[in-house]
């Protein structure tokens, strides 16, 4: 099925990224809520750990083509500095920062989740970069499958009957 994004996509598949995220959370025992607040998204409570993760969520719809095509996380362009925002919401919240990355194609989607500090030592490549990103071509996905710090969810989808030509 092709995708043809509305003038709103961007926001709708935001949103979506943060619900579904919430929904594995919350299926897995965590109390979770979705925040509106600079660098943290979502911030997740494990009452039987006591571990609390605030969660940036970067969401992402790829048309045929372009599935391979990488995640930006963190920009360090013109003056911003993405990581540091979440760093300083997560000391607010005494949060532990965690990445989740929610990638949908017109066959599937991915949701993957883990936190900032097994990125940086095993996925983020150089630090003076102007931006950091999350691979998505076969090889990095190989080794997220194989990486029990990576969580990750897949789902296939199916049109059965969505077409409105």
Known sequence: MKIVKSSRH????????EDLLCNWLSRSGFEVTVVDHTGIDVVAYN????QRFGVTV??????KGTET??????????GKNDRQKVLDACK??????WIAIYVES???????MLSLKHYDQEYRGKSNRAVDDWKMGEK???RYEIDPN?????MAFSGRSWTWA
Do not use: M, W
């Open 10 to 17: 961007q926001k709708i598949i935001g949103n979506l990224g």
């Open 47 to 50: 009452p039987d750990t006591g």
């Open 58 to 63: 970067k969401s992402r719809t790829r048309e």
């Open 69 to 78: 095509s990488s995640v930006n996380i963190f920009s360090y362009q013109k």
């Open 92 to 97: 607010a919240f005494a949060c532990e920062p």
């Open 106 to 112: 017109s066959e599937s989607a991915d949701l993957l």
């Open 140 to 142: 990095y996905r190989k």
């Open 150 to 154: 990576v969580r990750h969810i897949h």
